[in-house]
């Protein structure tokens, strides 16, 4: 009964998705970007949300509509700043999922499995999935489901802008700023995408290893000479007037990084100054080029950008793989879970 429940939630999300990607589509084709009050002007006392919403109707009229606004004081709609506790409870490693609004099922599967707070034993983390605002025409009964599913998980950290690929700069930054505010002890923060098959056992114990020193300027998952793409339409397109040098710095790769929470809130720092850019993996790498802080490799083949086939013995050795799908990842995690002993 609970896997047919769990499927028909992943359905209805995939539903819906398709149906928010139709209506982002419409809906990106007519918005324009103005914010309707100039930085001078305090704008009107409502509810937050309604504020937000109405902000990014009229979206800024700037020189090139991948610009963002940042920094910039968006609100965190749903917060919990009690999430890391006390001195005493800092978590050894805070995991921020970037997740979407409609993706109801796909968080919950991820919860069943490696966002699972108590997966690595003797080891505090806490996990938090980072989402922007659904689009207006079903904002108000999304928002509805969300406050269901936060008032019983307690995990979801909502933050005032469209939840859109374009803003995905925005939600790690964001990300970071909660972690400044709420959880600036945690030793480790991992940024990580939702559509991953991650091992946090791994993570913790070989790659971290929380019995010894902590790595002040870590941040580990290399990509180099990388060049920026300037066909319009693609995905990663790049528009030259925003970035016109030929090649990118060192960075880490989007799909999913870990660094020492004191260079998280050294990159934050530096992103207050660099230009902002809405390839968000790129642009942590400009701001770790103005740090002067090189990326550490990380062991060989253990963070895979392409989709591997399940081996229980593989993945025992593996950070994360990528383009993993949800009813995979609950099929397979029962025999990961098993012990190695046959490896």
Known sequence: MRWQLMVKALSVSAFMGLLLLLVNQQWGSWISSMDPWPSSQKAPSEDPLVLSSRKFEW???????????????????????????????????LILVMSKPQDVGIRQVIRQTWGNETLVPGVVIRCLFVLGLPPPLFAQKLQDLLAEEDKEHGDLLQVGFLDTYRNLTLKVLMGLEWMAQYCPTAQYVLKVDSDVFLNPTFLVQQILQPNRPLKLNFITHIFRNSVPLWMQGHKWYMPPELYPQNMYPEYCAGLGYVMSGSLALRILTEAQRVKVIHLEDVFVGLCLQQLKVKPTPSPPNTFLIFWRKYDH????????????QHQELLRIWPDFLRATTSC
């Open 59 to 93: 979206e800024t009229q700037t020189p090139h509509p991948l610009e963002l606004r940042y920094p910039y004081s968006y609100p965190f709609l749903i917060n919990h700043p009690d999430k890391c506790g006390g001195l005493r409870d800092a978590p050894f490693l």
């Open 313 to 324: 013995c593989t993945f025992h050795q593996l950070v994360l793989v990528h383009h993993f």
